[in-house]
């Protein structure tokens, strides 16, 4: 015959005069210094620190096309937006920009893509440019998806068909955002669309 534990609440409060209950943990569980961080977030930025230092010193590994040029793409310039973040997995961490060209062919812009985003796991993170065309009221978006983690350039995964980098906007002043599913959101920045001359 077997008989449950039960702690002698005499034995669990001291009998003095000033003392607490807070002073005796009866719930069997410790607590944690809130000025430590969890162990996984430490494991977590270390392999993101490895995995980044390693794209960056060998391009040619896998999912690392282009690194060098990827990580000046995310740098920020004159007609780029650049949103830093994390991805909705929290496994992954870094930027995604877009680089914009009003003066390609006549009443369009181009989009070329660049991509930063370190990571252990599976990113699962969706980068959204949309845009509107001031003058006329148009609007419309191009959508890359980063499934892992990556260190290249393309539009988007690199480079689908080379109509993929057109964007119809018409002619006029196009404002331009970029967000994630992250939660990181760059922009607005306008970019001036030539008009066709024809």
């Known amino acids: ?12 409060w001291s009998a ?40 960056l010193a060998a391009p040619a590994t896998a999912h690392a096309q282009g690194s060098s040029e990827a990580v000046v793409q ?5 007609n780029r937006l650049v949103a830093w973040g994390g991805s909705p997995t929290g496994a992954c961490a870094g930027a995604v920009s877009t680089s914009l060209r009003g003066d390609g062919y006549p009443g369009t812009a181009s989009v070329s893509w660049a991509f930063a985003v370190a990571g252990v796991g599976p990113c699962a993170l969706t980068a959204t440019l949309s845009w509107r065309n001031l003058d006329t009221g148009a609007s419309g978006e191009k ?10 350039l393309g539009v988007p995964d690199p ?14 002043r196009v404002e ?22 024809g």
Request: charged share 10%.
């Open 74 to 78: 995310v740098l920020p310039a004159p």
């Open 143 to 152: 959508v890359a998806q980063i499934p892992h983690p990556r260190f290249s």
């Open 16 to 55: 003095s005069p000033g003392a607490s209950m807070t002073s005796v943990n009866i719930t069997g569980t410790s607590r944690r210094s809130a000025r430590r961080l969890p162990v996984t977030v430490v494991a977590t930025l270390a392999a993101t620190a490895v995995a980044s230092s390693a794209a």
């Open 1 to 12: 015959m077997s008989t449950a534990f039960a702690p002698d609440p005499a034995l669990l």
């Open 159 to 172: 480079i689908a068909h080379p109509y993929d980098a057109i964007i119809s906007t018409g002619s006029g």
């Open 176 to 197: 331009y955002r970029l967000t994630t599913t992250g939660g990181a959101v760059a922009g607005p920045i306008v970019v001036d669309t030539a008009a066709y001359q």
